[in-house]
């Protein structure tokens, strides 16, 4: 069953037009990659199924047209959005910036369980509770990124570039712990320049060039696609 659906949408930045009509779904339980070069429109994407750009078309969460609501209301809905270049808030520590993912939590007790299922995936984070997130490397901050989404306990993550700017080794256990967070029951979709990585981990894969889907098909198949293979794999 499809959990998300894209139909048509397009999305502005003033009277520019970043997507030019894009349909995409997202089935619940699956990781769904979006992949494309720099400005083709992965972000944009992410943005708009938050509503932080205008746009018109069709976004449906859980059959429900959420094309007009604010971010605030996604997130209350159950859609937790990890922002490219993380965002954490650096002047706090580990364990307020993970506070702040449960702001809308009133139950101290539901918040100390869910800052413990966080350091199930992340244990560094335990290490670094009363540090603050400006001064970890940018490994710890992507990880402390997607524990704060995770506070929300989300219906569905978006992750917008995760390995931007990692070590390949930090890179490989980002992707591991997505994995992971999958094979619980987490409905994901990645926004990633690094496609390789990202088409082995999910189920089904999209190309985005220019702000319009180009192709779509199951990760594997995408993997060995000569097209897919000589613009985003090569190197």
Known sequence: ????????VQAY???????KGISLHVNEGEI???????????????????GQVKTKGSILFKNIDISSWQPHQAAMEGIAHVPEGRRIFPKLTVKENLEMGAFSVKDKKVVKERMEQSFAYFPRL???????????????????AIARALMMK???????????????VIVDQIFEIIGEMNRT????LLVEQNAYQALQVANRGYVI???????????????VNDQVKEAY???
């Open 32 to 50: 769904v990659t979006l992949i494309g070069c720099n400005g083709a429109g992965k972000s944009t994407t992410l943005k708009s199924i938050c």
């Open 209 to 223: 060039q220019t702000g319009e889907i180009i192709m779509e098909d199951d990760a594997k198949t995408l993997l």
């Open 233 to 235: 794999l090569a190197g």
């Open 13 to 19: 930045y003033g009277g520019i037009q970043a997507l």
């Open 126 to 144: 335990r290490e670094r509770l009363n540090q603050t997130g400006g001064t970890m490397s940018g490994g710890e901050q992507q990880m402390l």
């Open 185 to 188: 029951g987490m409905t994901i």
């Open 1 to 8: 069953m499809s959990l998300l659906q894209l139909q048509e």
């Open 154 to 168: 989300p219906k569905m993550l978006l992750l917008d570039e995760p390995s931007m700017g990692l070590a390949p």
